[in-house]
């Protein structure tokens, strides 16, 4: 299983190379933009030097500046500064129907989506910010190892019936990133997305799509079947409703760019079979867009 | 039954049903094809949608045509269409079938099978029953009775099992079984008869026809004249080779039979064809073949003839030539120096060597009788010794002093002059003679000279016209040394020189040897004496010429049957006696010359067995229904768009596969698989075992536990563990794994019998089990108090006596230098075998503690522990997997860390 995280991670860290490091820019703190790393002026997990002290019984030996207690009788503990980088949650629809291709030759949805998070997890991390997976109750967290730790738990995030994010309270400020087909309901996928967008977050919709949802390349007598217990559809001539097919599915993508508008949050829309790189360039600009504010 | 030409129908009245076709044509027309089947995300927006207008979808007429085809085969099939019907039977009684089940029938065995089976099909079809009459004697009274009148069913569960007999059939007896079958009505007769006569009249033969005309219409059915059966002779043994006779029953044309000598475990020695020409009922082979070899044959057989008579089997009177040494006289009293002792010496390893007088070893039967400078012989002994020699015994004799005293003897082969001749001595001035080369037609011939054999002293030949005829082997001068004669049957071999060493040291060479074994092979074999007692069967031969156990009929064999030939179910052919004494008793010495039945008995027409068969066209007929059922089923599935051409090699393929892994294996592959799969996964990698306990929340901490240590192993050892595996007791296989961890808890339950052996056997074998009572208050339980979980478990399984781990132990520097072992909890004592050093390289098979290692090891998937360690934090845990290392290395290395005990001590000595 790890084996099978790792290789996935690769995968994405390759795509992941080809663009620059990506910085999320911090609104809260918009001055000190020093490669996304947000100082707190307090003691703490960090980089940058912050203040000596004198050791105390309890402290690690590993902390003890040796150089700076040579000068001295005392022995001195260096503390860092506190720093604090913006979280990014990312969201990737895990329902059924995600999980579902239309043909050999390319992956399922469900992959796909993977496969962007955890490209944009990796741009993330090497940009120093903090990530965390909505709805697997981790707190967000930076580093290397994270990034296998997270493709682990998308690993285990097992197949739900929703397809819509859990409402889970985002820390203000925080970034979401959302992946899923957007084939629910226009109005529950309003009412989900504008609970986020009301604490404050900016979120970007990635609507990825098989070829087949968009074009509907069936003839003859078909019975379609749902993958979420929804009741079957028989149609006899299936060719004959291409046309009134996709005007709904038109008006599904109309809809959710009204949506999307309407909160100020980004929305893209993805074909599975296509290029990952391609709507990952598109995130990159949408992430970054921020940092122009 | 309706009959159309070569073609009939059993069940006419089925096809009727064809006239239901065109309904079913109808029915198929307007039933729509199935949808094919898609999942779609995208339902929610595809709902409601329909399309303009609907059209019936209806099935393509060819499809319709093809089940069409389909139900008429079937129809067709159910009506039983048989294809060369076979001659009604006649008459309105029962079928009255008469087999010849002797061991003439053997040869075409499978032929009358299908002969008889067409006939119970053919009874059953008519509805007649039938009485089945087998004309050869059975049961231990060899009695000939016919059953009564058998359902078809019955009759073929009857004659299902009947195989032929390894001895002849009895028609008179069967006549006089006959003759108590009362029928009413006239029945028609089926002879099945074997083809020879089995020396019977004329006039038997008439009566037993005239009985059966009486009965009803017959029909006579037998084998071609070169299928009827074939019998081998007594095999004949000859100085150099085996004879054997083979005999047909018919001499119409030409034949061919190859005969084939096998040893006793069927190693092929030698093949011989026998050709017959038109007109010969006889033919003989003859099979040249080395002693050795001669002597291995256990039975001749005809090649690709599965019959009783076919089979000659070998005993011991075809082999034994049995030496004897005639130990009289002073010298044999001396017995490093007499002539008897180099007799024995020379003669032992190669045959059977009996010691006596004259007149005994004559009564006990040899085929060779030495005299070793005999003098001479009592008038009455030697007359008794020519005889002897005419009827085919071999007399070799030796020189000597009391030889050359004596002049004229009848028993030499040569006449002798007085006194011998001193070839080397103190006043001689002649050197002692070597051999000469033999020469061709010399018995000896091809044996190799011993540059050192010399002669010092012969008696010497008058010189005679037939001298060098009878010479066998010369000195170099030309005297000749070995002299024999052919009288009557027998020969009379003279060794001019002594059997010891007194005249020349021949006695002390190889060749000595060789010629013995030479002259031996020359002799006759002996007729084996009959025993007076009698002789149980040891395997008899079936009625197909294979040995096997003999039947639970078969009794001992005494002189007087062997005497009389009998042979039937009391005495099948076969071999009988003990292991020290086999006697053959072939079949093919006991029927008597073979005569054929001719081509008409008694003016009766006979029909051979090869005629044309009728053939039952259902199972055919009903097969490619089902194959065209099939390619139905696919022509379905490609219009419903479920068939993808790239698919459809792969379908087809695991189909097949399915289906013939199904067909032949069933479920026990599946297990097999599984066991397979297990195993494999058992030994392509070194791997830590658990034992499973069943309860969830144990097996997973083990699996984690030993997923740590494994990982441990992996970063600081040379042991390259692999992911662990847990094992269920009695069903898997535990010999693959070094060491086990056992959890223990008061939840499980005692083993069963399996589980407890493989346990046992597990320990016995060099595995080592880890018990962990996992609570460190549960160890002050090991000791004294009764009812533990752990004196639960292990009742069944031999627990060795324990003691806790001394200082010095081996498990204290396996690896790491240690001396407690805590795991999750610290302080706990580790109980191992007090009695080490013994078995399993000195590794405990059983240790028991209770401080939870697996939980101290354990870790998640990210590599980060799942318990703490109470109390002594990470520290402990790293003394844990120290613990577990050194367990690790204590199983798989042994004892060779304990040579560390020694180290203070050499060192010392070492002055250091």
Redesign the interface.
Known sequence: MLQRALRRRQRAEALAANLPPLLVEAERVAATVAQGVHGRRRVGQGETFWQFRHYEPGDQPQLIDWRQSAKSDQVFVRELEWEAAQSVWLWCDTSASMDWTSGDDHGSKRRRAELLTLALMVLLVRGGERVALLGSGQPPATGRGTVTRMALQLEHLEANDSSLPPGQVLPRFAQVVMLSDFLAPLGDIDRSVRRLAESGVRGHLIQILDPAEESLPYEGRVLFQGLEGEDPWLLSRTESVRGDYQNRLQRQFDGLDAIARSIGWTYTRHRSDTSAQAVLLTLYAALTANQAL | MLELGPLAFAQPWLLMALGALPLLWWLLRLT??A?????????????G????E??P?RTPPWLVALRLLIAALIILGLAQPLLNPSRPLAGSGPLVLIVDDGWAAARNWPQRRDTINGLIDQAERDGRSLVVLTTAPKGPDSQVAASDPLNPAAARRLLQGLAPQPWPVDRRAALAALEAVTLEASAPVVWLSDGLNHGESEADLRDFMARLRAIGPVRVYQDEPLRLARRLGTPQLDAGSVGVEVERASSEGEDLAVVRALAEDGRLLGRAEARFAPGEARSSVRFELPTELRNEIARLKIEAEETAAAVFLIDERWRRRPVGLVAAGPLALRPLLGEVYYLERALAPYTEVQKGSVGELLRQGVAVLTLADAGRLPAEEAEALSLWIEQGGTLLRFAGPRMAQQGDDALLPVRLRLGDRTLSGAMTWSRPAKLAPFHRGSPFAGLDLPEDVVVERQVLAEPALDLPEKTWARLEDGTPLVTAERRGEGWLVLIHTSANTDWSNLALSGLFIEMLRKIVAVSQGVANVTADEALPPLEALDGFGLLGRPPATAVALDAETIEAGRIDARHPPGIYGRDSLRRAYNLADQVGPLAGLGPSIDGQAVQSFAGRSETVLLPWLLAAALVLALLDMFIALALR?LLIPARLGRGAAVLLLGAAAGLLAGAPAEAQDGDDAFALKATTDTRLAYVRTGIPAVDEVSHAGLTGLSRVLNRRTAVEAAEPVGVRLGRDELAFFPLLYWPVTREQRALDSAAAAAVNAFLKNGGTILFDLRRPEAAAQVLGQPSTALQTLTRDIQVPALIPVSPDHVLTKAFYLMQDFPGRYAGGTLWIESAEGRVNDGVSSVMIGANDWAGAWAID??GRPLFPAVPGGERQREMAYRFGVNLVMYALTGNYKTDQVHVPYILERLGQ
């Open positions: 729509p094809p949808p094919r089947r898609i999942d779609f995300p995208a339902l929610r927006l595809l709902t949608l329909r399309p303009p609907e059209t979808a768009g998937e990210q």
